[in-house]
């Protein structure tokens, strides 16, 4: 982004991983604009586990709506739209989408720094890729070209990184074996956490948060190392990295901001506060929260791996039901439902190098 642009941002309900009819909304009201979509965030009602294709679902129903405004290819809007999906809506999360629009305007600089969008892809990873210092140098260089397409030069200035990455199936890992290749694990569950982390720490890696070169042992190993502002979520629908930053530029007239904390535990509601605080959406010694001018909350969600909260036990890590990201997910998503006074919240599960283990970065979008 080299000119001054306006962003804007649309949270839409949806009914179902198909329902597009929020974002048609948008059109037909001339709210939006098809061509100035550049990012649509999605939390759809799956499993958010391997087989959970409502993601996929949801991804291929925005861009074929998107195809039939734009007349291309769905399969170019892909590239042209940062399509990012994130299963499972347990407890009170709702399923929903956050639609960002990019819209060049006159002006100059801001003196005052507004919300600012910019995204970018990695190539396609190999299967013996995902987990490994490769898929991290890969990331960190996306991010770096994700904050140029947003105008934002400081890494202070940096909020949020969301990233969609690929996972490993049993067809990735027998392709990756024809060829001699040795994989980080077969497991493809356990795969979604090893792209996840390393996709974080190519974010850390990018904003200087971790220093340079990281061992790939330390991936899932060493949790010392991670990013405050890094999102990274799973899916078997794609075979790239899909990375949006989130952040504030003087380069945008946005009538919105962007502000973050990282909580230290999933019950940790003053680093809450302090992303709530930082947004001005609530005031100082005030638990009053402003609802009507948040436009989203996004948070990673993940149940501490020693098996307490504060000292005390949690049961999530062995339960044989539901896994453990869906109770974290369920837990997070009412803290900040409860906090924010909506439940259509981006909260997504599995925080792998995203904040400190059992913790996870929170961000918020108001009105500025």
Known sequence: MTATTKVDVFRITMDGPGDVSGLIRLFDHKLAAPEHVVAI???TEGNGGVNDYTREYASRSFASALSSYLNIPASVVEERVALVMSGGTEGVLSPHATVFCRTPVDGRDQSEKRLSIGFALTRDFRPEELGTGMQIRETAKA??????????ENVEDVHFVQIKCPLLTSDRVREAATRGKIVVTD??????????????????????????????????????????????????????????VLGNSQMSCSP????????????????????????????NGSWHVDSDRIVNVFAKAEPSPDGLVRNFRHTMLNDTDISATRHARAAVGGLLG??????????SGGAEHQGPSGGGPIAVIATA
């Open 41 to 43: 965030f999605g939390k």
């Open 143 to 152: 991010v770096g070209l994700a904050m140029d397409d947003a105008g934002i």
């Open 187 to 244: 497991d493809a569950y356990g795969s979604m956490a090893y792209s996840r982390g390393a996709s974080a720490l190519g974010v850390a890696v990018a904003l200087g948060e971790v220093a340079e070169p990281i061992d790939d042992r330390a991936i899932l190993e060493d949790f010392s190392l991670f990013s405050t502002v890094a999102s990274s979520s799973a899916g078997i629908e794609l075979l790239h990295n899909v990375v949006v």
């Open 256 to 283: 919105y901001r962007i502000s973050h904390s990282v909580m230290q535990d999933a019950i940790d509601m003053d680093g809450v506060r302090k992303a709530f605080l930082d947004g001005s959406v609530i005031e």
């Open 338 to 347: 409860g906090m924010s006074g909506c439940s259509a919240i981006y909260v």
